[in-house]
C-alpha cells in the first residue's frame, strides 16, 4: 500500500497495541508426535500456566490434553526440563500414554489420553501421580521422561534441592542433587518412595540420558561447577546391569590438557555407535562414536561432519534436542546465524535440505524415524511447528496448523540479518527491524529513533522473526536492532568466547557498534538512541548507561546489576558459578567486578529509565534491581520501577507484559517528548 501521508518517526498511528502483544507473548515448546498427532506446550498469558495441546490431519485446531490449570512444566535447573512423554497408543489400543509434569506440586503423572477421532477423545484424562508429594524442607522435580528398557518404567532427571539450615548450607550448589531415576508407570513410587531405583550419578549437572537400542547401556552429558555446560561438558556412558549403570565411563568433552570442550546432545546409531554434537575443532559439530562391543569405551571418536558452522547450540534445559539419527540418515541444523536444516546420509556424506525457505530451527527437535515435528522460522515465513518427513522422497516441510492470514502483518517488518564491524575489525551480528507501516512514512532526511535490543543468556541469540512486541515500535516509527554480541552462539566458540573475562566490556563494546553503525549508515538517529534488554540483557543495557553516552535513556528487566552478589546462595544453583567465566573469581579479582559492576557504577547513569522486575525472582532477585533503583532515587534521575508480585525470571500474565510495555511508552514521551506514540493510552500506573 503507497504512502498517503507523512509523521514524524515515534508518532505513526498502530493497531498494535500493547494489549495485542500481551495476548500473544506466549510461546510454544517441545514438540512431540504419538502416532500422527502433533503434540507441544504452549504458554497461556490469559492464565499464567502451560498448557498441553494436540492437533492431528483432520483435526487441526489444537485442543487442549489436560484440564485447566494443569501447567505443564518443571523448575529444572531454573528454566525448565522436557515436561512431557507420550507413547502412542497401539493399533489394538485407544490411547496414549502420557507422563507429564504439574508445575504446581513437580510431581510425576500417568495419564491415559485417547485419540484424536476416536470416542471420547474430548473428556479430559483423569492423572495419576507418579512419584511421591516432598517432604517439607524439600523440593523435587523431574525433567526429560524417556521410556525404560522394557516398558514399565520412565526415567528422568531427578533434581532434588533441600531448604538451607543456616549460612554454612546456603548455597544451592551444596543443597542440590541430580540423579538418573527409574519411575515405575505402575503408580507404585507415588506412595512407597522407595520403589524408585537410582540408574545413575557421576557430575552434579545431568541431562540427555539416552538409553542404546537394545537397552545394554546408557548415555548421558554431565559437567560440573564452576563449569557452563557450553564451556565444558563430557559425554558419559555406562552398561547397565539389572536397571542400573556400572562404572561410568567418559568419551568425550570436558576440560582436559589445558584445553575444554562442550558435548550438545548424544544419540544412538546402533547398540555401538553414538553421534553426538561436539566442538573439539570450535564449531558444534557431528562427531561419531565408536564403543568396544564388549565394554564401554571408544574404539574411534570421528568428526563426520566437519563444518565451519555449529548444528548445536547452548544447554539451558535438560531434555534439549538439536539432532535426530533415523533409518534415513541424521537430521541437523547448520549454519552461522542463518541455518538450514538437512539430511546427512552416513553412506555418501550427502547433505540434503529438507526445509527449504525456513532459517532458524529451535532446539527441541522431535523424531519417530520417519518424521520430524521441530518448531521453525524465517523472516518471510514467520514461526511455526513443522512436521518434515525424512524419507527421501516423502515429500515437503508441512506447517501443522494452516497458515492463517495475519490482520497486523502490514505494520509487521521484514528482520534483515546484517553485520557491523568493531574498531579492531571484528564482526558483530544483528537483526534490524525497520519502521514499518502501510501508509505513513516519514519526511524525506528525518531519522528514526532506535531501540538496541540485547537479547539474556548471555549465552544465546537473536530471533529472525517479526516479533509483535518490536513492531509496537517498529510499527510507530521505531527501528529495532537486536545484538548478537560476542558471546552469542550460532558463531562457533571463537565468537562465544570473546565475552569470557569481558562481560560489561565486550557486549557493550558490541551494542555501541551497532548504534553507530546504524548512525552512519543514515539509519537511526543517534540522539534518539536508547538500549533495552532484560536478564544478562538488562546487565548490559546498565552497563551500557553506566559505561558510556551513546543512550538517550533504558529500559531495564530482572537484570544483575552487582556481579559479586550474583553467585552462590544470591542465585540459582545453575548459574552460581556463571561469573567465574564472565568476570572473574573472588576475592582476587574484586577490582575487575568492580569495574564492570553497574550497581559499583551507578553514579554514572545519568538518563531515565524504566526498571522491570517480578517478586518471585530467584534468578536475578529483587535486590538486583532495586540497587539501581534506589541510587537513581537519591540522585533525583527519572525513573519508573514497577515490581510485579506473582512473576518470576520473565513475566507469564498478560497484565504484565501490558504494563511493562505502557511504562515503556511514558519512559519515551519523558526522554524523546510528549508527542510520542500519542495512540497509545497510559494509566496512572505507567
Not at 516441510?397 to 564491524?421: F, G, I, K, N
Not at 551513546?550 to 552487582?562: H, K, M, N, Q, R
Amino acid at each position: 500500500m503507497p504512502s498517503t501521508s507523512h509523521l514524524p518517526y515515534g508518532t505513526w498511528p498502530s493497531p498494535i497495541t500493547a494489549e495485542a502483544v500481551a495476548d500473544a507473548s506466549g510461546s510454544t515448546a517441545w514438540p512431540c508426535g504419538a502416532g500422527d498427532e502433533n503434540w507441544w506446550c504452549a504458554s497461556d498469558p490469559a492464565t499464567a500456566t502451560v498448557r498441553l495441546l494436540r492437533n492431528a490431519p483432520g483435526h487441526e485446531k489444537p485442543v487442549p490434553v489436560l484440564a485447566p490449570g494443569v501447567s505443564v512444566r518443571n523448575r529444572s535447573l531454573g528454566y525448565g526440563g522436557k515436561p512431557y512423554w507420550v507413547r502412542a497408543a497401539a493399533p489394538a489400543s485407544g490411547s496414549h500414554l502420557l507422563v507429564y509434569t504439574d508445575h504446581r506440586d513437580q510431581r510425576l503423572y500417568r495419564a491415559e489420553v485417547p485419540r484424536l477421532g476416536t470416542a471420547g477423545d474430548d473428556a479430559l484424562p483423569v492423572p495419576v501421580p507418579l512419584t511421591p508429594a516432598d517432604p517439607p524442607g524439600r523440593e523435587t522435580c523431574w525433567a526429560d521422561p524417556v521410556t525404560g528398557p522394557d516398558g514399565t518404567e520412565v526415567w528422568c532427571v531427578r533434581e532434588t534441592t533441600r531448604a538451607a539450615t543456616g549460612a554454612h548450607d546456603a548455597d544451592p550448589a551444596v543443597r542440590t542433587t541430580r540423579e538418573i531415576v527409574a519411575v515405575p508407570l505402575s503408580g507404585a513410587a507415588a506412595d512407597d518412595p522407595g520403589v524408585l531405583r537410582v540408574v545413575a550419578r557421576s557430575h552434579h549437572f545431568l541431562c540427555g540420558h539416552r538409553l542404546s537400542p537394545d537397552g545394554r547401556r546408557l548415555a548421558w552429558i554431565g559437567w560440573d561447577h564452576p563449569h557452563m555446560p557450553w564451556d565444558s561438558s563430557e559425554l558419559m556412558v555406562a552398561d547397565l546391569h539389572d536397571g542400573v549403570a556400572g562404572e561410568p565411563v567418559r568419551l568425550l568433552g570436558g576440560s582436559h590438557d589445558g584445553t575444554e570442550v562442550s558435548v550438545a546432545q548424544a544419540a544412538w546409531a546402533n547398540p555401538d555407535t553414538l553421534y553426538a554434537m561436539a566442538d573439539p575443532d570450535g564449531w558444534w559439530n557431528l562427531h561419531r562414536v565408536d564403543l568396544a562391543t564388549d565394554r564401554p569405551t571408544a574404539i574411534a571418536i570421528t568428526n563426520v561432519l566437519p563444518l565451519r558452522e555449529d548444528c548445536a547450540g547452548p544447554i539451558w534445559r535438560v531434555g534439549a534436542s538439536w539432532f535426530t539419527v533415523t533409518p534415513h540418515g541424521v537430521v541437523l541444523p547448520h549454519g552461522n546465524g542463518t541455518q538450514r536444516l538437512a539430511r546427512w546420509s552416513p553412506e555418501d556424506g550427502e547433505l540434503t535440505d529438507l526445509a527449504d525457505g525456513w532459517d532458524r530451527f529451535q532446539g527441541d527437535l522431535w523424531s519417530d524415524g520417519e518424521r520430524i515435528l521441530v518448531r521453525a522460522a524465517s523472516p518471510a515465513l514467520g514461526s511455526a511447528l513443522l512436521s518434515v518427513p525424512v524419507a527421501p522422497g516423502s515429500g515437503p516441510a508441512r506447517r501443522t496448523r494452516p497458515e492463517s492470514v495475519d490482520p497486523l502483518a502490514p505494520w509487521q517488518p521484514l528482520p534483515e540479518r546484517r553485520t557491523a564491524y568493531d574498531a579492531q575489525g571484528r564482526p558483530v551480528h544483528f537483526v534490524l527491524h525497520r519502521p514499518t507501516h502501510p501508509s505513513v512514512s516519514a519526511a524525506e532526511g528525518e531519522l528514526p529513533p532506535l531501540l538496541v535490543q540485547v537479547h539474556g543468556g548471555p549465552t544465546s541469540s537473536t530471533g529472525v522473526t517479526a516479533d509483535l512486541e518490536y513492531s509496537f515500535f517498529t510499527s510507530r516509527g521505531f527501528a529495532v536492532a537486536d545484538v548478537d554480541y560476542g558471546g552469542s552462539t550460532g558463531y562457533g566458540r571463537a565468537y562465544r568466547d570473546r565475552l569470557r573475562g569481558q562481560w560489561g566490556v565486550v557486549d557493550v563494546d558490541d551494542c555501541v557498534t551497532v548504534a553507530r553503525a546504524l548512525a552512519d549508515e543514515g539509519l537511526a538517529d543517534p540522539a534518539r538512541t536508547a538500549v533495552r534488554g532484560g536478564s544478562a540483557g538488562g546487565w548490559t543495557t546498565l552497563a551500557c548507561l553506566a559505561h558510556t553516552d551513546v543512550f538517550c535513556a533504558g529500559t531495564v528487566l530482572y537484570p544483575i546489576s552487582e556481579p559479586a552478589r550474583w553467585r552462590a546462595e544470591q542465585t540459582h544453583d545453575f548459574e552460581s558459578r556463571y561469573v567465574d567465566t564472565l568476570v572473574g573469581v573472588l576475592p582476587q579479582d574484586q577490582a575487575r567486578f568492580d569495574e564492570v559492576s553497574p550497581a559499583a557504577n551507578a553514579d554514572g547513569i545519568t538518563v531515565p529509565l524504566v526498571m522491570l522486575q517480578g517478586a518471585d525472582d530467584f534468578i536475578c532477585r529483587p535486590d538486583q534491581a532495586t540497587r539501581i533503583v534506589d541510587n537513581l532515587a537519591e540522585r533525583g534521575v527519572w525513573h519508573r520501577f514497577l515490581l510485579f508480585e506473582g512473576e518470576g525470571h520473565g513475566f507469564r500474565r498478560a497484565d504484565s507484559v501490558r504494563r511493562s510495555l505502557l511504562a515503556e511508552v511514558a519512559l519515551y514521551r519523558e526522554v524523546l517528548g510528549a508527542h510520542i506514540a500519542p495512540d497509545v493510552p497510559l494509566d496512572a500506573e505507567s
